[in-house]
Structure formats: C-alpha cells, structure tokens
C-alpha cells in the first residue's frame, strides 16, 4: 500500500458514501419535510393570494404537499444508495486491519463489505490495496478497477488508480512471465500501458515474452515500440540486435549493438553480441578485444572468457587461450563447452594428458557431445592409446560435421606401418 494511501485510512478519510446523510434522512416524513417548508412561503403560479416573494396559502396546496414528497423520496433514494450499516461495518473492520498491516483478515472483511454492497468504492479501494499487499494482483486490479468506476469519497483517490493499475497490471506480467506463462504476461504488459502508454520497459518485457513464443516479428515490433517510448532505453537495442544477428543482418546487428554501447559503455550484453557479429564477420581479431572488454566489466561473464579462448584457439593461439578457458571453468565448473575449448588448447599446445584431462570432463558432463569426442580421440591417438581413440573416433562418426575426418584417422589406424619406418 502506497503511504499516503495508508495515511488515509488511518486518518479516517475514506468514508462511505452519503455518510453525513444518514441521521436527518431517516428520521424524515412527508410532515416533517413540509412543516420545514413552510417557513419558506412558495409562491405558486396563478394563484390569487401570491406575490412575487409571498403566499399564505402555499402549504395548504396539493402542490407543495407533492413537491414535499418528491423531495423526501430523493432524500430517501440518496440514502439507499449509501451503503449499509452493515457493510460500513466491515468496510472499518478491514480498514482498522489494514492499519494492523493484517492484510489477509482485512481482504476478508474487505470483500465481505462489497459482497453487500458491490458499488461501495472506499471498500472496494482499500480491497484492493490488501491484495496488492499479498501479491495477488489480478483481485486488486479488479478491485481498484471497481473503485474507479463506482468512485470513492475522496477524488484524489480516484486519480490515482490508474498509475496504480498500471504498476499492478505489469507486476501481475512479471508474475507470469516468472511461471511462463507468456500469453498472459503479455495480456497484462498491454493492460498497463493502458494506463502508462509511455512506459518502454513493458514494451520491450513484450518483445522478450514474442520471443519465448518464436513470435520474432512480434518481438521486433514490441522492441521499436520500446526505443519510440525512450530512446535512451538500452536493452532493446540488444534484443533487435540479436534478431538481426541471428537473421544474417550483420550490419544492422552492428549497428544495434553499437547503439546499445554508446548508451551503456560498460553494456557486456552488447559487447558480447558484437564480439558474435566480429566472429561471424570472421574478425577474430577483433571479436577478442571486444570480448576483453566485456569481462573486464564482468568478471563474472564466463561465456565472454568461453569466447575469448574460442576465438584464440581459431586464430592458432593456443597458449593464450589457455588462461581465459580456465577462468571459465572456475567460474562454472559444469560448462562442458569451457572443458572441450580447453581440451582443443591444450591439445594444440602439445599438453596431450591435460587434454586428456579436460576432455574427459566434456564428454561427461553433455551426452554425445561429438565435437569434445573427437578432441579427447585426438589426443588419446597422439598418446598412443589407439583402443580409446578408435572407440570415441567411432561414436563421433555419425556426426555429419566430423564424419569425413573419423573415418580418416579410423583407416589411419587400420593403415599397417611401412616396413623399416
């Protein structure tokens, strides 16, 4: 509950409607109404005893007797429509239990308010502050919702309800989103930038919630909506980025990616993301000054030293890329593609046994991991132990991308040795 919700309700303020009505309405008649009228003297039209400002017959009149019971019956409807003793009751029960912070006794007697009187909106606003204080954001939305519709006896209340509604709307997403349920976070994200339209956060958890449905042209839209709402918005710089890169769209990958640094110079999400355009673009070079960078920012991004160590190992730098493997694999001892990078460095440094070594832990901890099998084969065959290469050279064959080199080091193998070699 916002404070200066709470200080209302413990000032009181939140009253219920027609309050102050109450004792003089009931104790009303038509006699009592028109014995109050008749000190007025009506004029009434046409009659032969009226002036302008005086009529000493005007109380004997049907006229008068009827605009008398008019009046009451308004009085009277007025009143109805303020709630009941009863619901007032609850309505302060809840209301001296939301001071206790007993959020879920006083939703009780919160709804039992409103169950009596369904347009009661002070109950119906302080319902839905309980629930938000429990989290339960679907009923306080439905609750503040109400209380909007039906009003409360203090309007800067009202105004209120739609900022509230739009947090609410997007903490219910959050919630969603956090049990997968993408459709629904997605229903409640559009909710609450129905009541703040300019809030580019919602539009980019949209474009994330598009993605996890494969719905990339959705996601793309909610991420342009996002950057219109504030361009100085990082994260969907990197998103769009991301769907470009993973489009074939280098240079408008760049491009985004190069945005999203210019914004955030310390972004590694963005730097990682260039580093994969720079690979692509076979800028290895490139790719691991950028990388550097980024695990300069974060010490503890182990897919930036992943990275580093791939792209040293491709350029041939097998020794430099040992160091970054092995920060990668202390930061996350059961990354197999940590263990297999550090098995190719150390196999192309001539260290066989730690190959050996950290192959192994590959292959265990990703079943058919043929990429790490044909390392480990490599270096047991290097080693001399031709049982073991010939039995991982033989699992890795069915892998179309190793298929041609297994078959050849199996039929070198096979190879008799040359006599007097």
């Known amino acids: 509950m916002e404070a200066s919700t709470r200080k209302g309700l413990q000032q009181g303020e939140l009253r219920p409607r027609g309050w102050l009505l109450y004792p003089a309405i009931r104790s009303l008649t038509t006699d009592s109404l ?3 009228l008749s000190d007025l ?3 009434l039209p046409g009659h032969p005893k009226c002036t302008k400002n005086h009529c000493p017959d005007a109380m004997n009149s049907n006229f008068v007797r009827s605009l008398a019971t008019l009046a009451l019956l308004a009085c009277l409807q007025a009143a ?3 709630p009941s003793s009863e619901a007032v009751a609850h309505y302060r029960s809840g209301y001296e239990l939301l001071r206790a912070r007993d959020f879920r006794n006083a939703a009780i007697e919160l709804e039992q308010a409103v169950q009596l009187d369904s347009a009661y909106g002070d109950a119906l606003y302080a319902l839905g502050t309980a629930h938000a204080s429990l989290q339960d954001f679907n ?3 439905l609750a503040l919702e109400a209380a909007f519709r039906h009003g409360t006896s203090r309007p800067e209340l009202v105004e209120r309800i739609p900022r509230l509604l739009g947090d609410l709307h997007f903490k219910a997403a959050l919630k969603s989103r956090k049990q997968r349920r993408y459709g629904e976070a997605i229903d409640h994200f559009g909710q609450s930038l129905t009541y703040r339209p300019g809030n580019a956060q919602a539009h980019f958890s949209i474009g994330t919630c598009h993605l996890q449905l494969r719905r990339r042209e959705e996601a793309r839209g909610a991420f342009l909506a996002a950057i219109e709402a504030d361009a100085g918005y990082k994260w969907p710089y990197v998103s769009l980025g991301n769907i470009h890169r993973r489009a074939g ?5 760049r491009s985004m990616y190069e945005k999203a640094i210019s914004l955030d110079g310390e972004f590694a999400d963005a730097f990682e993301g260039l580093a994969h355009v720079q690979i692509a673009s076979d800028d290895l070079e490139g790719a691991v000054v950028t990388l550097r960078k980024a695990v300069d920012i974060n010490g503890d991004y182990t897919e930036g030293f992943v990275l580093i160590g791939t792209a040293l190992n491709q350029l041939g730098r097998h020794g430099e890329a040992i160091e970054p493997l092995q920060q990668a694999t202390q930061l996350e001892a059961k990354n197999a593609d940590a263990h297999y990078r550090l098995a190719e460095a150390h196999l192309g440094t001539g260290s066989y046994r730690d190959a050996v070594q950290t192959g192994k832990r590959a292959v ?4 058919d991991f043929h990429a790490a099998q044909v390392i480990l084969a490599d270096a047991h065959f290097k080693l001399g132990d031709l049982d073991k290469a010939r039995r991982l050279y033989t699992a890795a064959v069915s892998d179309s991308r190793f298929k041609d ?3 050849h080091q199996l039929a070198e193998m096979d190879r008799p040795p040359v ?3």
């Open 249 to 253: 769209e280098l240079r408008q990958a």
């Open 405 to 407: 080199y297994c078959q």
């Open 419 to 421: 006599e007097g070699g």
């Open 364 to 367: 265990t901890l990703r079943r």
């Open 41 to 43: 003297h009506l004029p």
């Open 34 to 36: 028109l014995s109050r």
């Open 139 to 141: 009923k306080s939305a």
């Open 80 to 82: 109805d429509a303020a």
